[in-house]
């Protein structure tokens, strides 16, 4: 780092970005982190699947449970040459930290640890749980990391009644937004039959793209549904198409689509399969189609989390977030089936993903006051 600080959140989140937890390797960062929630008398439980590290992590006996929820890997880099620093040598620069993971999101694993310490040292004996649900497989196939020890703590019978989520949600400004639920994501990969032959013989042949496009057509053109008052129409997208030997005189044998809804909580993924399974036998095609449900479409209504969300943005950063839905999906799909309150909460998302990720300094420590404002307001009783 190119200059020193006094932010405790900084620091911390210069420490994780400083290890290079491509997905899914960890990189040691739930090991600093869980030495952190030792020291505050957490009970830390490595739950490893596959070759994901996981880690859950409890503090208390009774009372409600309060889970911050977030994710140690990051997406790969892209050429490093591109970037104005090292991706995995944190850089201060313009009031912005400069590093791959910073905004998505170390920088709001930070700020949790911090805010958690905080709030245990004003109030070491709260009126709850509080708990760490931290994975290193959010950004890869998201298999073996929150989903399977959803699927453990459900099994042990845990349940967890308020959970936030560190995702990057913020635009504008700190806390501007804050998502209460996300769409669900069905992916498709359609295999279209023909029959291989000579372009100069189309009778001796059966042309898989040309079958296709008609039955493409109604499937862009199709209203899926209205949505409603908290999520868009749901939307179909072709995300790759592929067909063809590489040779110009060939028709080619197959096609292969891949296609993705995004889907409101009006419709069902049962409910798609099959108005798209209707439109391809209208259209006659002979196919091998294969589904991935990548999460259900959530929605945590009014109640006590998104109150005391709202309230400690407002009471941080001086503003009222817009509940919102849109973006793409989160953990807090795994989560929030098994009856929490789901909210994900963090930086700006400007840079996600993007060569020269950053996160802006000055946003770091209000998040930290943010989050503890949410376990004051959960955890501790009124006057």
């Known amino acids: 780092m190119t200059a020193g600080t006094d932010s405790a959140v900084l620091d911390l989140c210069v420490e994780l970005v400083r290890r290079a937890s491509v997905t899914p390797d960890d990189a040691g960062c739930q090991a600093l982190l869980g030495a952190r929630l030792e020291a505050l008398g957490f009970d830390c439980r490595a739950m490893p699947f596959g070759s994901v590290d996981n880690l859950w992590a409890v503090r208390g006996r009774a009372g409600p449970l309060v889970v911050f929820a977030g994710h140690t890997d990051v ?3 892209g050429p490093e040459s591109a970037w104005s620093s090292p991706p995995f040598e944190p850089t201060l620069r313009d009031g912005f930290l400069y590093g791959r993971g910073t905004a998505d999101m170390k920088g709001s694993l930070a700020a949790m640890i911090v805010a958690t310490e905080r709030f245990l040292a004003d109030h070491p004996d709260p009126a709850g749980r509080i708990g760490f649900l931290i994975t290193s497989d959010e950004e890869g196939p998201a298999v073996d990391g929150t989903r399977a020890v959803m699927g453990a703590l459900t099994d042990a019978g845990e349940s967890i009644d308020y959970c936030v989520v560190g995702e990057p949600s913020s635009g504008a400004a700190l806390g501007d937004t804050v998502r209460i639920g996300r769409r669900g994501s069905l992916n ?4 279209v039959l023909g029959v291989q032959g000579h372009v100069a013989y189309p009778h001796l042949a059966d042309n898989p793209i040309h079958r296709l496009a008609p039955a493409l057509a109604e499937l862009a053109a ?15 997208q072709a995300s790759n198409i592929a067909a063809g030997t590489g040779a110009g005189n060939v028709v080619p ?3 292969v689509l891949d296609f993705n809804f995004r889907f ?29 449900l990548s999460g259900e479409p959530f929605l945590t209504g009014p109640g006590r989390l998104i109150d005391a969300t709202c309230e400690a943005i407002e009471a941080v950063a001086g503003l009222r977030p817009e509940l919102s839905t849109s973006g793409g999906t989160s953990d807090g799909r795994f989560i929030a089936p098994a009856g929490a309150e789901v909210v994900e909460l963090g930086p700006g998302n400007a840079t996600i993903h993007k060569i020269d990720e950053r996160v802006a300094v000055a946003e770091l420590e209000p998040l930290a006051e943010i989050y503890r404002g949410i376990l004051e307001r959960l955890l501790v009783p009124g006057p």
């Open 75 to 77: 997406v790969p880099t």
């Open 188 to 191: 498709g990969r359609l295999t």
């Open 253 to 255: 044998g197959e096609l």
């Open 222 to 236: 199709t209203s899926w549904d209205d949505g409603n008052a908290h999520f868009p129409p749901t939307s179909f």
């Open 264 to 292: 409101s909580t009006e419709q069902t993924a049962d409910g798609l399969q099959q108005r798209v399974e209707a439109i391809l036998a209208r259209h006659g095609l002979r196919y091998e189609l294969t589904w991935t």
